[in-house]
């Protein structure tokens, strides 16, 4: 998803590290890459680094050395520690999990747990010839395979000859083999009978992304460790105390947004970090990430979001045609929108549910996310990440993206077919303000004027005790005349009039009545009359079913015609 990822013609710039004036005279040449795209600025010429000459990818550099240091994996750590501390150990472990979260620095760990001179410990000395060697991976007795580059069974012979001989120094020969769920079906069933009568001094690991395409027979055989992708905030912590210590600048909502595109994995999130210090030197900060990364800054989202949820269309697809303009992915926004979107859900829930959010971010959604609510954002989520098929599928996934925006921004109509599906009458659109004309000018005559109050609130006071009331009340004009309330329908509304006056509802009323007008004394709910002329005739009941608010409402959303007009006797 991320373009760093996508390895293609063209995707990738590669840009010389050359030597800096004035540092020792070693020559070389270095080729780096970092993800292109056609509206990037091109990179400096010369890229400074704090030592040129030994710079040193931070995936590397930072390495746990120690179990202890291993970020995230507390219950693997603690399996192994104990396993080591007992003398219990198995012959054979299979570490799964997503890639970048630690398994192949785990397995060195625990090569060098069982062969560092001062073991077998859960805490080697990281400073005799074996701790050394393996850190470095020159080591002699520890053989790491690729599966991906190795996967035939002639490989696995080969392993299985050296395996004969007893290691040269160490306890134990180590076979670490990467990604294993790669090898052969024969590769697989030559590996079986070493798995299960090993030679005492054998210790295999096997680590792989999928575990679910690993024999079960080899499976069954080996003790498996699940590695856990790790917390956002994890990673987002790990990358600003590494930031401390290395000395550049790295702000809240970079590494926030660089811990997000990680997904899960720390080596992916510090392989980010080299890259954004290739383009932006000893200041990562927002603008370059956005830059370096394609992804849309948190402001963008935000303000698409808001759009969004107000139903201002023209403003999205203005925000969404600005952002691609400028070079960015239209899947990458989507993915973006779609995380705004649960990080507003999870703050309406409980703020707690979002750590990752830096001050500013947090007081930027804040608020919409309190009006809008839980049930609102978990449908607005909903509905955005139905479109995901659309936009993966697409060949224009900009016109995806957009039609993608189209859907959520009928989201204040959808709430309104449901209001009214409540309340049996069309509450105002979002964007009218709800004064008494809103709903009442429809094409009959104008209602009465003068409302000497707020009456919308009267709906807005039942909305919450007596939705199908509000629905109705919110067709009417409503006005407080010396101290009676006035409740007035228009001729199409007669349903609405009836029921508001109806004794069920008696109740309701009269106490929504007392909280917004408290000087009231008396509710009178009127209806006008019906229009006689064509009232029964079927020309007047199409006309009066074109009027009606339902069918206007369902029409401009869903669009069709009126076939058929059958009378129902209700007037
Ligand atoms: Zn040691």
Excluded at 45 to 69: G, K, M
């Amino acid at each position: 998803m991320w373009p760093f990822r996508k390895r293609g013609p063209g995707a990738w710039l590669s840009f010389r590290r050359e030597k800096v004036p004035g540092t020792p005279p070693i020559a070389f040449i270095e080729t780096r890459e970092i993800p292109w795209h056609p509206h990037t600025p091109p990179p400096p010429d010369e890229i400074r680094y704090h030592d040129p000459v030994s710079y040193q990818v931070l995936a590397r550099s930072w390495r746990p050395q120690r179990f202890a240091d291993l970020l995230g994996q507390d219950a693997v750590v603690q399996t192994l520690s104990n396993a080591l501390g007992s003398d219990a150990l198995g012959h054979a472990y299979l570490f799964s999990g997503l890639r970048g979260v630690g398994k192949t620095t785990a397995a060195r760990l625990l090569a060098k747990a069982v062969n560092c001179a001062e073991g077998p410990t859960a805490t080697p000395c990281g400073e005799c010839d074996s701790c050394l060697e393996i850190a470095d991976g020159s080591s002699i007795d520890v053989v790491e395979i690729d599966a991906a580059t190795h996967t035939g069974v002639d490989q696995v012979r080969e392993l299985q000859e050296l395996l004969r001989f007893r290691p040269t120094r160490d306890r134990y020969r180590v076979v670490v083999v990467d990604e294993v769920h790669m090898l052969s079906k024969s590769a697989f069933n030559a590996l079986l009978k070493s798995i299960e009568e090993p030679p005492p001094y054998v210790l295999w690991i096997f680590a792989t992304t999928e575990r679910h395409k690993v024999p079960a027979t080899i499976l069954s055989r080996c003790q498996q460790l699940e590695f856990r992708p790790l917390s956002n905030q994890a990673i987002r912590s790990h990358l600003e105390t590494i930031a401390e210590k290395e000395g550049f600048a790295l702000s809240p909502g970079a590494a926030g947004t660089i811990a997000a595109a990680a997904q899960g994995s720390v080596r992916d999130a510090l392989s980010l970090v080299d890259q954004l210090r290739a383009f932006a030197a000893d200041k990562i900060d927002d603008q370059a990430v956005a830059q370096v990364l394609g992804v849309p800054s948190f402001d963008v989202t935000a303000s698409l979001v808001e759009a969004l949820s107000g139903g201002r269309v023209a403003e999205a697809l203005g925000i969404i045609r600005t952002e691609l303009a400028t070079g960015h992915d239209a899947a990458i926004l989507y993915q973006e929108t779609g995380r705004l979107l649960r990080a507003m859900l999870h703050l309406a829930v409980d703020p707690a549910l979002e750590p990752g959010l830096t001050d500013d971010q947090r007081a930027l959604i804040e608020g919409r996310a309190a009006q809008l609510g839980a049930d609102a954002l978990t449908r607005m989520l909903g509905l955005w990440l139905e479109q995901e098929p659309m936009l993966r599928d697409a060949a224009n996934r900009e016109l995806a993206l957009e039609v993608a925006a189209l859907r959520l921004a009928r989201w204040p109509s959808i709430q309104r077919v449901e209001r009214w599906l409540a309340g049996g009458q069309t509450p105002p659109a979002e964007s009218a303000p709800p004064t008494p004309t809103a709903t009442g000018d429809r094409g009959n005559d104008p209602p009465p004027p003068a409302s000497s109050a707020r009456p919308a609130n009267l709906a807005e006071a039942l909305w919450e005790k007596h939705p199908r009331l509000a629905g109705a009340i919110e067709a009417a004009q409503v006005s407080v005349e010396s101290d009676v309330v006035m409740i007035r329908f228009g001729a199409e509304a007669r349903a609405s009039a009836n029921y508001a006056g109806s004794n069920a509802v008696r109740k309701f009323l009269e106490t929504a009545c007392g909280v917004v007008y408290p000087a009231a004394r008396e509710i009178r709910v009127e209806a006008e009359a019906v229009e006689e002329s064509g009232g029964g005739t079927p020309n007047g009941l199409m006309t009066e079913a074109e009027n009606d608010p339902a069918v206007v409402l369902v029409r401009e959303i869903i669009g069709g015609q009126i076939v058929a007009v059958q009378p129902d006797g209700s007037g």
